[in-house]
């Protein structure tokens, strides 16, 4: 495997589809049901940052460490679903590993509403926390092994899109549910107030709705032909490859696949993992997952409040802030979707990249300069857009396309797994890096981070537009 040229000029695998009428209800309908899982994820992930001002108040939380606690607990139960969720899936099938995210969604952001207790509380974030563990892999991984290569793009974007609609339906949720909160009201006027009271646990509750209709649509989706294939049912495999394409289709894509897992079948070997082929891209897939979480957007994520306020900004403005950036992010994932499988994966990456790393550099320059309003916000704004258009969307296709048939699950676990510690780790670290290096020394941290991302695809990426999964193996084992 030559990952570093495997990007070369390669014949499209889509011209052995040509001609190929795809059913295209079926397959939008099912890559649209398990992109659900995208959309827990995007809600679960931010609604604690709508209703923590409550539920600190109501569970007496005061210390920072509990503060922490609370707000990073579903982090630690992200790490344990992402690290078992690769290899059950090889084991157990895509489809019932995103059934039982859906149980867990449902079941967690119910309990979590109605906790009545910190230690409840927190054990219930962290089954939540393992529901978005499960979908952060199976659900960009399901839709990968059933999209056709020349739309594949597009459709594992529907993921990460689904992430951007949770995020903002959290926030919408958030701004509804909540009542207004009066200018220097106490501790505990807020405890006794309805938010205090009531408002969190809707706000968590709410969840339920979304994560019953994905339960109940997983059941009308079929599991993924790769995976029967692998596991030896060949039949059902080509019967959802011809209800996809076609009996002729059908054919072809079995016999592509079976070539690819010659003496694999029923076999699930977490040792392939480091055969040296196979360990270099799991490697780089692994790398590529950890560096995306630290290229600096999580940080205006998860601090926009901290991130305006340094900019000058009161509290009215930033909540309005905070929804432009959420808008913002939303449009952009859209101009992803029609950009994926036209200009490619290499390209687009090494814009983001390469436009973190200026737009970083910026607003590091108004932080140390003093200037505050307006420029910060535009390059806050530029900022999500460059991601949402470019890293975001291509970190998960990436991911979901570049490792092989016979392990894919369990590689893909790998991957996240480390994208998950990447996640908790800038979590944690990130206040006291403002502390140390100010809000300028950050961006200007996050700029080099991202001028070593730019250099690090330009070296290994490979482009793999157009081409079928078991190409991809093909040419990157080779």
């Known amino acids: 495997m030559n990952i570093q040229n495997a990007h070369e000029p390669q014949l499209n695998a889509e011209s052995a589809f040509v001609g190929v009428a795809f059913n295209r209800l079926f397959l939008w309908s099912t890559c649209t049901v398990a992109a659900l899982g995208g959309l827990l994820f ?3 992930w931010v609604v604690i940052s709508g209703a923590d001002i409550f539920y600190e108040k109501y569970f007496n939380l005061i210390s920072a460490t509990d503060i922490g606690w609370a707000k990073s607990c579903a982090l630690a139960g992200c790490l344990v679903g992402s690290l078992f969720a690769g290899a059950l899936s090889d084991t157990f099938g895509r489809k019932l590993l995103l059934i039982l995210s859906a149980v867990l969604f449902t079941v967690s952001s119910l309990a979590t509403g109605l906790s009545n207790t910190f230690s409840v509380f927190v ?3 962290i089954v939540g926390g393992a529901a978005i563990g499960l979908a952060s892999i199976l659900s960009p991984l399901y839709i990968a092994e059933i999209a056709p290569p020349a739309i594949r793009g597009k459709l594992v974007s529907l993921n990460q899109l689904n992430i951007v609609i949770g995020i903002v339906l959290a926030q919408v949720v958030n701004w509804l549910v ?10 505990l006027e807020i405890l ?19 994560s019953a209709l994905f339960l109940l649509g997983m059941f009308f989706v079929p599991e993924s032909p790769r995976w029967l294939i692998k596991n030896g049912q060949r039949q059902k495999a080509q019967s959802v490859f011809t209800r996809l394409g076609g009996e002729k289709f ?16 029923h076999k699930v070997d977490i040792r392939e993992l480091l055969e040296p082929g196979v360990l270099r891209i799991v490697g780089f897939g692994a790398l590529l ?3 995306v979480q630290w290229c600096g957007i999580n940080v205006i994520f998860y601090y926009t409040k901290d991130v305006f306020a340094a900019a000058g900004y009161k509290v009215s403005a930033i909540l309005l802030n905070i929804i432009i950036v959420g808008a913002t992010n939303l449009v952009f994932t859209f101009v992803a979707l029609q950009t994926v499988d036209r200009l490619g994966r290499r390209w687009l990456t090494l814009v983001g990249w390469g436009g973190l790393t200026v737009i970083f ?13 307006l420029p910060v916000v535009l390059l806050v704004i530029l900022s999500i857009g460059c991601y949402a258009a470019t890293i975001a969307p291509l970190c998960w296709v990436t991911l979901a396309e570049i490792f092989p048939n016979r392990i894919r699950g369990a590689a893909m ?11 908790l780790t800038l979590t944690y670290l990130f206040p006291a890096m403002l502390a140390k290096f100010g809000a300028a020394g950050v961006f200007w941290i996050f700029a080099a981070i991202c001028a070593g991302g730019f250099l690090f695809m330009k070296a290994k990426l490979p482009e793999t537009k157009g081409k079928t999964l078991e190409q991809i193996e093909r040419e990157l084992l080779a």
């Open 42 to 44: 995007g809600y679960d």
């Open 123 to 125: 054990t219930w974030r």
């Open 178 to 187: 909540a009542q207004p909160v009066p200018s220097g009201a106490t501790t």
């Open 192 to 210: 006794n107030s309805w938010n205090g009271q009531h408002g969190w646990r809707w706000m968590f509750c709410l969840a339920a709705v979304p």
């Open 250 to 265: 059908a054919a072809q894509s079995v016999a592509e696949v079976e070539a690819t897992l010659v003496n694999e079948i």
């Open 289 to 291: 997952a950890f560096i």
């Open 361 to 373: 550099l910026a607003i590091g320059y108004c932080f140390s300069a003093g200037v505050t309003g």
């Open 413 to 423: 676990a790998t991957a996240v797994f480390a994208l998950w510690i990447g996640n």
